[in-house]
Antibody
Framework: EVQLVESGGGLVMPGGSLRLSCAAS????????MSWVRQAPGKGLEWIGR??????????DYAVPVKGRFTISRDDSKNTLYLQMNSLKTEDTAVYYC?????????????WGQGTLVTVSS | DIQMTQSPSSLSASVGDRVTITCRAS??????LGWYQQKPGKAPKRLIY???SLQSGVPSRFSGSGSGTEFTLTISSLQPEDFATYYC?????????FGQGTRLEIK
């Protein structure tokens, strides 16, 4: 069974930093392309970035609103995905979800964690 | 960015009804589209991938169709647990983009 468990959310002041983690199990994490998606309170879903598997280069892509401030990384030895968030703004307040390959067609694709809430406020 | 426009934005229906939700892309996306269901306070759950393929474990009353710019999600006979918000997601162009959501409510 695919399981994704996010952690690391909380209250942070504008301009601050936070690192989210996503512990993965139940599928071959090493081969997976992984994404982060967020949802502001009462709003829709927003893709914020993706990391490929090492075989495909391990490269990352980011949405414009977070590019240069957020960094996605992975530790395949720990089956864990990370989201480093710097220079946080109030508009970054959201529930952050990690996901397996959003468009993938393999059995472990399209799964989401339960989310972790990040609140950016003074 | 590719814009995804869902309609309707909200919908009232009864248990047993057949319901259709539409998603239109601002440009052709082949069949690179998925449908997601989200219940309050929960993570989204993928129902359909590649426009018409049913995710494992999802009831067969859910179906998807379409290609290019117009797509539909159909629920053949609404069940009480289907009342939720539904989103489409395109992953043909970067960045991947979601529709604004369709809130399905009990009539």
């Amino acid at each position: 069974e695919v399981q994704l468990v996010e952690s690391g959310g909380g209250l942070v002041m504008p301009g601050g930093s936070l690192r989210l983690s996503c512990a993965a199990s139940g599928f071959n994490f090493n081969n997976a392309w992984m994404s982060w998606v967020r949802q502001a309170p009462g709003k829709g879903l927003e893709w914020i970035g993706r990391i490929k598997n090492k075989l495909d280069g391990g490269t990352t892509d980011y949405a414009v609103p977070v590019k240069g401030r957020f960094t996605i990384s992975r530790d395949d030895s720990k089956n864990t995905l990370y989201l480093q968030m710097n220079s946080l703004k109030t508009e970054d307040t959201a529930v952050y979800y990690c996901t397996t390959a959003l468009g993938g067609k393999q059995p472990g694709d399209g799964y989401w964690g339960q989310g972790t809430l990040v609140t950016v406020s003074s | 960015d590719i814009q995804m426009t869902q309609s309707p934005s909200s919908l009232s229906a009864s248990v047993g009804d057949r319901v259709t939700i539409t998603c239109r892309a601002s440009q052709g996306i082949r069949n690179d589209l998925g449908w997601y269901q989200q219940k309050p306070g929960k993570a989204p759950k993928r129902l359909i991938y590649a426009a018409s393929s049913l995710q494992s474990g999802v009831p067969s009353r859910f179906s998807g169709s379409g290609s290019g710019t117009e797509f539909t999600l159909t629920i053949s006979s609404l069940q009480p647990e289907d009342f939720a918000t539904y989103y489409c997601l395109q992953h043909n162009g970067y960045p991947p983009t979601f529709g604004q959501g369709t809130r399905l409510e009990i009539k």
